[in-house]
């Protein structure tokens, strides 16, 4: 089995969602992505790390981690946040639904879902969430 890994982990500085972005992808492109297939990526990586900040930390400063790898032609993404957690994630995931009152559209856990291929949310109230994301990579070259 041919697997590389990769962790980072950053501070809860609004700052650092772009940076997540660019990580993530630079660490996918030796599995010769299309541009649509990096464009999803970054897309839910933005999404889930956007949400850590804002959901998971709020106004607190906290850690963000990002672990990465890949396996055959898949790449599995964790995201995770030592937060406040979700209180319900089943309620959490359905389209629409926000906690926040500052216009934010509810759409962060749908998007993901739109743009990976697999999605799943652990989280515990006061200790905080992982997301777990898995994309099928295209026939680029081999890993």
């Not at 319900?88 to 291929?117: C, I, L, N």
């Amino acid at each position: 089995m041919n697997r590389n890994e990769m962790k980072i982990e950053f501070g809860s500085d609004p700052r650092n969602e772009s940076f997540a972005r660019v990580v993530v992808a630079s660490f996918m492109t030796r599995t010769n992505p299309t541009l649509e297939e990096v464009a999803d990526v970054k897309t839910a990586v933005s999404e889930a790390v956007t949400n850590s900040i804002i959901h998971g930390y709020g106004q607190k400063e906290g850690t963000i981690e990002i672990r990465a790898y890949i396996e055959e032609r898949k790449l599995y993404i964790e995201i995770t946040d030592y937060g406040c957690g979700i209180e319900d994630v089943e309620k959490a995931m359905e389209p629409m639904f926000t906690t926040g009152k500052d216009g934010r559209s509810g759409m962060g856990f749908s998007f993901m879902e739109a743009f990976m291929d697999e999605l799943t949310v652990e989280s515990e109230p006061g200790k905080g969430t992982t997301v777990k994301m898995a994309k099928k990579i295209g026939a680029g070259c081999a890993v």
